[in-house]
């Protein structure tokens, strides 16, 4: 029965407030808020929840302390004076505790006053110390991201800014360099085909090399089973066999004669 009761009381002193030129502003989750009365503004950053203030003496500004992102893109010259285009992101959050103190110190467009200038110099800082290589090179991105990040964290967290991450996007390389990265991959390309035609080559070479030796051992095998005793074997069963194709005949210098069985029909014309 009291929690009605409440609610009503509640609602009926929001009404007053409202009715009497009091201002309400709600402070949601991942927000806070800064609040000033009379050019003042409190030390203390608002909570979570509605808060009343009249407007002619008093305002409520709502922040937002959740993880964001910046892109910027800086054209920036390596070591060697080549120009490359960088893409880069710095993930940040303004914490609850620091939301009035920047209020206090830069103001409301503190991104565009503190943040955007530091991430500039950051980029043109670090990347112009390495060779234009190292942005194409997965080891030299995280090295220059790390960098940034370090040199980001210096800047702004003594300002009340926490930086979290920074990413390296996207590169664009010269003109120049881009066409010899070009001509290198293709050149080693190409190298790598003529190595794998090579190996083939001396894989197929092998091939034959071992089908020669066996044919050749095969054949000094065969010689040496050919004597005169298994020469007159072979001459007797082909004589008993009515459908012979070849007739083995020993001679004198142990060497066979072999004749094909001709068709009885040439036979025939022969006689």
Not at 173 to 179: E, H, V
Not at 235 to 254: C, D, F
Not at 256 to 271: D, H, L, S, T
Request: charged share 25%; aromatic share 10%.
């Amino acid at each position: 029965m009291r929690a009605p009761i409440t609610a009503v009381f509640s609602f009926f002193i929001f009404f007053v407030l409202i009715n009497s030129g009091c201002g309400v502003r709600s402070v949601e989750d991942g927000q806070t808020g800064v609040k000033a009365s009379f050019g003042k503004i409190e030390d203390r950053p608002l909570s979570t929840g509605w808060h009343f203030y009249f407007p002619l003496i008093s305002w409520i500004e709502i922040w937002d302390v959740k993880t964001q992102e910046i892109k910027e893109t800086a054209t920036v010259p390596s070591s060697e004076g080549l120009i490359s285009t960088l893409d880069v992101s710095m993930i940040y959050n303004l914490s609850k505790e620091n939301a009035v103190a920047v209020r206090k110190t830069v103001g409301v467009n503190y991104v565009q006053k503190i943040i955007e200038p530091y991430l500039r110099e950051a980029i043109r800082n670090v990347a112009s110390g390495y060779e234009v290589k190292a942005l194409f090179q997965d080891k030299g991105r995280r090295e220059i991201s790390q960098k940034m990040l370090e040199f980001l964290q210096t800047k702004l967290e003594p300002r009340g800014i926490t930086v979290q991450d920074v990413l390296l996007r996207d590169v664009q390389l010269p003109r120049l360099f881009s066409d010899s990265i070009q001509v290198k991959l293709r050149t080693e390309q190409e190298a790598l085909q003529k190595e794998f035609e090579l190996q083939k080559a001396k894989m197929d070479a092998e091939i034959e090399v071992a089908r020669a030796e066996g044919v050749s051992k095969s054949n000094k095998i065969i010689s040496g089973s050919l004597d005169e005793n298994y020469l007159r074997y072979l001459w007797i069963k082909s004589l008993q066999t009515n459908n012979m194709q070849v007739i083995y005949v020993p001679t004198e210098g142990n060497i066979p004669i072999m004749e094909a069985n001709r068709f009885k029909g040439q036979e025939a014309a022969v006689k």
